[in-house]
C-alpha cells in the first residue's frame, strides 16, 4: 500500500511539473513596488523624462520560482513616467495586489514601450494578460501590438483605462518565434490623452499532447509497480 501510494504521489507531481505557470509583473512608481512573488519594473519621476531600460533575468513565478528562466526587458522610446494615485478607485475587481493595481507607467503622444520575453521554451505556448487603470476622465485607451511571436487572429488589443477597475485584454495560445522570443509594444491610441500599463501577467501553457504523455508515462509506470508486486 505504500509504495501504491508513493507511486501515485510521484504521478501527479509528475504532471504537476506540466501543469502552467504564471508569473507576475508590476509596472509603476519605484515607491510602490508589489512584494511577495511579483517582479517590478519601475520608473522613479512622476514627471515625464527620459526612461532608461530595464531588464529581469530569470521571472520569478507565483510560487516564488524561477523554474522558466523567463527574461524581461522593457526598452523605452520618447518620454514616460509613472504614477500610484489608483488608491481612490479601490477596491479593484482583479486578484491583484492594491500596489500592483494603482501604479502604472505612462505614455504620451510619441511615446512606445516595446517588452520582450526571452528564453522562452518553444514547446510551450504562453497567455499574455494586461491591465491598465486611471483615475480620470475623458478617454484613455491604450494600444497593446504583439509584435514578435506567432498568435491566431488579430495582433493588436485596446483597453480603455479610465477608471478601470478590472477590465484586461489577452494574447492567448502565443507560440515564440525561432528565436524562442515573445514581444510586444504599448503606446496610447491615436486620439487618446495617454497609454497606461499597470500590470502583466504571464501563464505558460503546455501543449495538450505534452500532458497527455506525461499522464500516460506516469500510468505505464503505476501498472508495471502492479505487475511486479
Same mark, same amino acid.
Request: hydrophobic share 35%; with cysteine; charged share 10%.
Given at each position: ?5 508513493l507511486?501515485t ?5 509528475w504532471?504537476?511539473? #506540466?501543469?502552467a505557470a504564471t508569473y507576475y509583473? @508590476?509596472f +509603476?512608481?519605484?515607491n510602490?513596488?508589489t512584494t511577495? $512573488?511579483?517582479?517590478n519594473?519601475? #520608473? $522613479?519621476?512622476?514627471?515625464? &523624462?527620459i ?7 530569470g521571472?520569478? @513565478?507565483?510560487?516564488g520560482?524561477q523554474?522558466?528562466?523567463i527574461?524581461? %526587458?522593457?526598452? #523605452?522610446?520618447g518620454t514616460i513616467? $509613472?504614477n500610484?494615485d +489608483?488608491?481612490?478607485l479601490?477596491?479593484y475587481?482583479t ?6 493595481n494603482q @501604479?502604472?507607467i &505612462?505614455?504620451d503622444?510619441g /511615446?512606445?514601450m516595446?517588452?520582450?520575453?526571452? $528564453?522562452l521554451n518553444?514547446t510551450?505556448t &504562453?497567455d !499574455? ?5 486611471r /483615475?480620470? =476622465?475623458g478617454s484613455?485607451?491604450?494600444? &497593446? ?8 487572429g488579430s495582433t493588436?488589443r485596446?483597453l480603455e483605462?479610465? @477608471? ?8 492567448? =495560445?502565443i ?5 524562442? %522570443?515573445? #514581444?510586444f509594444?504599448?503606446?496610447?491610441q491615436s486620439g487618446s =490623452?495617454?497609454g497606461y500599463?499597470?500590470? !502583466?501577467e504571464?501563464t505558460?501553457?503546455?501543449e495538450p499532447g505534452s500532458?497527455? !504523455?506525461l499522464?500516460l508515462?506516469g500510468l505505464?509506470?503505476?501498472v508495471?509497480?502492479?505487475?511486479r508486486?
Amino acid at each position: 500500500m505504500k509504495k501504491y501510494m508513493l507511486s501515485t504521489l510521484f504521478i501527479l507531481a509528475w504532471v504537476q511539473c #506540466a501543469s502552467a505557470a504564471t508569473y507576475y509583473v @508590476d509596472f +509603476g512608481a519605484a515607491n510602490n513596488t508589489t512584494t511577495g $512573488n511579483w517582479n517590478n519594473i519601475t #520608473a $522613479n519621476q512622476t514627471g515625464q &523624462y527620459i526612461w532608461p531600460s530595464q531588464s529581469i533575468t530569470g521571472l520569478v @513565478d507565483a510560487n516564488g520560482l524561477q523554474t522558466g528562466g523567463i527574461n524581461l %526587458e522593457a526598452v #523605452a522610446t520618447g518620454t514616460i513616467a $509613472n504614477n500610484n494615485d +489608483g488608491g481612490s478607485l479601490s477596491p479593484y475587481s482583479t486578484s491583484y495586489p492594491l500596489s500592483a493595481n494603482q @501604479d502604472f507607467i &505612462y505614455f504620451d503622444s510619441g /511615446d512606445l514601450m516595446t517588452i520582450t520575453l526571452s $528564453n522562452l521554451n518553444n514547446t510551450l505556448t &504562453y497567455d !499574455l494578460k494586461l491591465f491598465s487603470s486611471r /483615475d480620470a =476622465s475623458g478617454s484613455r485607451i491604450t494600444q &497593446y501590438d504583439l509584435t514578435t511571436g506567432t498568435i491566431a487572429g488579430s495582433t493588436q488589443r485596446l483597453l480603455e483605462a479610465v @477608471d478601470n477597475k478590472g477590465n484586461t485584454v489577452t494574447f492567448a =495560445s502565443i507560440t515564440p518565434d525561432i528565436n524562442n %522570443e515573445i #514581444a510586444f509594444t504599448v503606446q496610447r491610441q491615436s486620439g487618446s =490623452s495617454y497609454g497606461y500599463i499597470n500590470v !502583466l501577467e504571464i501563464t505558460a501553457i503546455p501543449e495538450p499532447g505534452s500532458i497527455a !504523455l506525461l499522464v500516460l508515462g506516469g500510468l505505464s509506470f503505476f501498472v508495471v509497480l502492479r505487475r511486479r508486486k
